[in-house]
């Protein structure tokens, strides 16, 4: 069996693209409180281009073994030469459960980690 030429986001484009400008509101939350995350794109390349931005979550500690990063929220983005856009995702409480020792779905308290 032969596995994937490319890893799952790789991507290809004729541009290149800087990432600026990581905010997550608020820093802390309860477990049932939203976290905004946004983030700029810049084209800096010479041509227009799509980017299909990945939002990922890391739990940095949890009381069970989960996956080290889970995919959280996706957009692409189409942008020209020169232009920058934010982009905006939205982490909803269920979006940072996972299965507990006890097989209930849970909130765990504990650090988290954003990665676009």
């Known amino acids: 069996m032969v596995g994937a030429l490319y890893a799952f986001g790789y991507g290809f484009s004729d541009t290149t693209f800087e990432y600026k400008n990581l905010k997550v509101d608020p ?9 905004k ?13 799509d980017e299909v931005m990945q939002l990922y979550f890391k739990d940095e500690f949890s ?11 996706f957009e692409r983005i189409s ?21 507990d020792k006890n097989m209930h779905w849970t909130v765990e308290r504990g650090k988290c980690e954003v990665l676009v």
């Open 79 to 99: 942008i020209h030469p020169g232009e920058t856009k934010t982009v905006n995702f939205t982490l909803k409480p269920e979006d940072l459960v996972l299965l």
């Open 27 to 35: 820093l802390q939350q309860g477990i049932q409180g939203q976290i």
């Open 63 to 73: 009381s069970v073994i989960a996956y080290e990063t889970q995919l959280r929220g």
């Open 37 to 49: 995350v946004s983030v700029d794109i810049t084209n800096t390349g010479n041509r227009r281009g």
